[in-house]
Every structure is written in C-alpha cells, then in structure tokens.
C-alpha cells in the first residue's frame, strides 16, 4: 500500500489533517569488502526521517507529501527531497474502494518496495538485495505519473491492486552505483510501468508484480563508454505464512535486464541478460514485542550462468561477481510504540550487487565477506 497508510490509519471524516513521521541512525561495519561503508570498515552515515502530511479537504479527495532526508553509506548522498507528493482520488466502488492518484508516488512492487524506507515496516535494516536491490534503487522506486489503485473486501480478506505509469525520479547515486562515479556520465529516466496485485487475511498474503523500467545513459566525452540505455522487465512472486508465533515468507524474481551501448558499442546489439532472486525469511515473534528472523538470499545475474564461470572465462572477472548467497540473522526489539531496536548479521558469498556494478573491483571485493548493522528508531503521530 501507499507509504501514507503505513505512517498512520486513513483520515477520517472528522479529521482533514494528519501529521506523522519518523526518525531512524544506523551503524554499518563490513569485512572484505567497501560495500556501503566505502574505504572505511565502518559506517554512522546511515540516517533516515520523514515528516509526513495529509489533509482531506472534502469526501473523496485527499492530498499527500512526505518530505525525507537519507544517507545510506556509499550507496546514497545525503539529501533532502519529496518521498511522495500526489493529489488523490477514490470513492466507494466493488465492495471497496476504486481511486486514482497523480504526482510522485512509491513503486508497489513485492512485500516491501513502498514501504522500504520506513524501519517500522521493513522487516530488517537491509532488505533482501535479490529483489530491493539497493545499488538499482533510483530506477525502481520514486514514480512520478499516475496511479490507478483499488481495495476490496473479499474471501474474508482483502484484495489490493495498483496499474502504474511514468518516470521514475533518478539522480547521481545511481550514475556512481552502476557506472563507478558521477564523472562517466549520467543516467535519466525513460518509462516505467506496473501492475501489482495483492491478497491477504489473518493467516496469509500474496502478490504478483509486473514492471518495466528503462532508463538511458549518456556519457562524458572524455569516457570511454558508450550511449545506451538500460531496460529491466521483471516479474517478481510474492508468498507469507502465518502460524502462531512462527511466520514464513518468500519472495521470488525472474526477468530480463536489456542492455545496448554502456560498455559495448551499440552497433554490437542488444545485451540480455535473464536474471533471478529469491530469498526465504523464517521470522519468529516473541514476548515482549522481540522478533528473531533467519534469512537466505540468493542472486544470479544470469541463470544461464548461475556459478559465474562463463562471464569468468569472457570478462576476466571473479567467478564470484555473477551470483550472490546472503545468510542473515537478525532481531527487532519494539522498546514501545514509539521506539524500535534492530540488529542483524550478513554471511555473504558472491558480490552480484556489489556497486559499482559495471566496473567491479576484485581488490577490495572478496568472494566470502560479512556485514553487522544496527539501527535505533523513533516515530511520532498528531
């Protein structure tokens, strides 16, 4: 669902205004690897806030902003801009509720990807990488076109459905995350487009995801790269279990990544490359509002390669940059309503999403490498 449900309850009717948001530091230590903590073995630039408002001057109509501020390591500057910004409208419809939005909005793709900038509604610090990759996050997340969404009652749950169209918001983090700096070029977005559906009750929740997102590339004249652009078309599975205090989820991914120019002359054609990811995430809740999750994660860059030998034999790079497999273990602790404790270690084998994804670097990449984060959270509601 939208990110402004997550921050608080529909408005009422008795109530135009909402006001909420949220403040969360973090801490990063990584071995054998730069991955978000740079040079460093460690990192404290991992802050996030967002100061939420919504207001509803008449039935029917709802207007919607978030303003946040984030820096994530090496992964992401630090920088204040608007996490949605959208005028809304809905009316009862189907056993439900039928609307349409415009402006900026949050990407609904799988569980997670509109609320994945929010400690309180993620399920850890750093999510499954095989489908909320973070070094590709500029090209997926923030959509500025329209939104035509629905929700249901139905088979004693509900049913929840987005049909998405536009731009997605890019800046200089991704031209460093995939290309290695801002200097080479620069990246702008072309389309996007999504269908997303969704159904849950007490016991279970799942979904299917369809986008396309293609941005292009334009390079400095002093680089060796070439004009291009790049194009995901990605399915992505989505599965939740409840039982007691034990709950199961899955997630799975499969697509293609299309590439022309970048690293290649155009004239050589088009690069496909069909990629997938999946992870498992078997989470336990406990007394006194702790959780403790283990987590498997896998990666490939190409299933046609799923070991890396051939990209090996034909890059001369690692064997290891063509897949990843991430075992976490990790706990959240919710002191109270409003505060939120949450740690978690990486056993990581492979470096598939490891920036900069088009220039890696085997000398401070190692095959088998670790990561430990922790992160404290605060959120606040009028």
């Given at each position: 669902?939208?990110?402004?449900?997550?921050?608080?309850?529909?408005?009422?009717?008795?109530?135009?205004?909402?006001?909420?948001?949220?403040?969360?530091?973090?801490?990063?230590?990584?071995?054998d690897t730069q991955f978000v903590v740079g040079q460093d073995s460690s990192t404290f630039e991992i802050t996030e806030a967002a100061f939420a408002v919504s207001w509803k001057p008449m039935e029917h109509f709802r207007f919607a902003s978030a303003l946040s501020f984030r820096q994530w390591g090496d992964l992401a500057d630090a920088g204040i801009d608007f996490d949605y910004l959208f005028a809304e409208y809905s009316d009862q419809m189907w056993q439900g509720t039928v609307?349409?939005?415009?402006g900026r909005f949050k990407n609904e793709m799988g569980f997670y990807s509109s609320t994945r900038d929010v400690p309180f509604t993620r399920p850890s610090i750093m999510l499954p990488q095989s489908i909320y990759?973070?070094?590709?996050?500029?090209?997926q997340l923030h959509i500025e076109?329209?939104?035509?969404?629905?929700?249901?009652?139905i088979l004693d749950g509900a049913l929840d459905w987005h049909i998405s169209a536009g731009k997605v918001d890019v800046t200089e983090n991704l031209d460093r995350n995939v290309m290695?700096?801002?200097?080479l070029g620069t990246f702008?977005?072309?389309?996007?487009?999504?269908?997303d559906i969704e159904f849950q009750n007490d016991y279970i929740r799942l979904g299917v995801t369809y986008y396309d997102a293609e941005v292009s590339y334009r390079p400095n004249s002093d680089t060796y790269y070439y004009p291009g652009d790049i194009r995901l078309k990605n399915w992505v599975l989505s599965g939740q279990i409840r039982y007691k205090m034990f709950e199961l989820t899955g997630e799975y991914m499969t697509g293609d990544r299309l590439i022309n120019g970048l690293v290649i002359p155009p004239v050589a054609g088009e690069l496909v490359d069909s990629g997938l990811g999946y992870y498992l995430d078997l989470r336990a809740y406990l007394p006194s509002e702790v959780e403790l999750f283990v987590r498997f994660d896998r990666h490939i860059d190409d299933d046609n390669d799923s070991d890396g030998k051939k990209s090996e034999a034909s890059t001369g790079l690692p064997a290891y940059f063509g897949y990843t497999n991430d075992w976490t273990l990790g706990a959240r602790w919710f002191l109270n309503n409003d505060w939120l404790l949450a740690t978690e270690y990486h056993h990581v084998e492979g470096a598939s999403w490891v920036t900069p994804i088009v220039a890696p670097d085997?000398?401070?990449?190692?095959?088998?490498?670790?990561?430990?984060?922790l992160q404290l959270s605060y959120r606040f509601q009028w």
């Amino acid at each position: 669902m939208c990110l402004f449900f997550i921050f608080g309850s529909s408005i009422s009717s008795a109530s135009e205004w909402q006001l909420n948001g949220f403040v969360g530091q973090g801490y990063i230590a990584a071995e054998d690897t730069q991955f978000v903590v740079g040079q460093d073995s460690s990192t404290f630039e991992i802050t996030e806030a967002a100061f939420a408002v919504s207001w509803k001057p008449m039935e029917h109509f709802r207007f919607a902003s978030a303003l946040s501020f984030r820096q994530w390591g090496d992964l992401a500057d630090a920088g204040i801009d608007f996490d949605y910004l959208f005028a809304e409208y809905s009316d009862q419809m189907w056993q439900g509720t039928v609307g349409i939005r415009a402006g900026r909005f949050k990407n609904e793709m799988g569980f997670y990807s509109s609320t994945r900038d929010v400690p309180f509604t993620r399920p850890s610090i750093m999510l499954p990488q095989s489908i909320y990759s973070d070094y590709f996050r500029d090209a997926q997340l923030h959509i500025e076109g329209a939104d035509l969404f629905g929700m249901h009652q139905i088979l004693d749950g509900a049913l929840d459905w987005h049909i998405s169209a536009g731009k997605v918001d890019v800046t200089e983090n991704l031209d460093r995350n995939v290309m290695g700096s801002e200097d080479l070029g620069t990246f702008d977005s072309e389309q996007f487009y999504s269908g997303d559906i969704e159904f849950q009750n007490d016991y279970i929740r799942l979904g299917v995801t369809y986008y396309d997102a293609e941005v292009s590339y334009r390079p400095n004249s002093d680089t060796y790269y070439y004009p291009g652009d790049i194009r995901l078309k990605n399915w992505v599975l989505s599965g939740q279990i409840r039982y007691k205090m034990f709950e199961l989820t899955g997630e799975y991914m499969t697509g293609d990544r299309l590439i022309n120019g970048l690293v290649i002359p155009p004239v050589a054609g088009e690069l496909v490359d069909s990629g997938l990811g999946y992870y498992l995430d078997l989470r336990a809740y406990l007394p006194s509002e702790v959780e403790l999750f283990v987590r498997f994660d896998r990666h490939i860059d190409d299933d046609n390669d799923s070991d890396g030998k051939k990209s090996e034999a034909s890059t001369g790079l690692p064997a290891y940059f063509g897949y990843t497999n991430d075992w976490t273990l990790g706990a959240r602790w919710f002191l109270n309503n409003d505060w939120l404790l949450a740690t978690e270690y990486h056993h990581v084998e492979g470096a598939s999403w490891v920036t900069p994804i088009v220039a890696p670097d085997p000398s401070t990449q190692s095959k088998n490498w670790s990561m430990f984060a922790l992160q404290l959270s605060y959120r606040f509601q009028w």
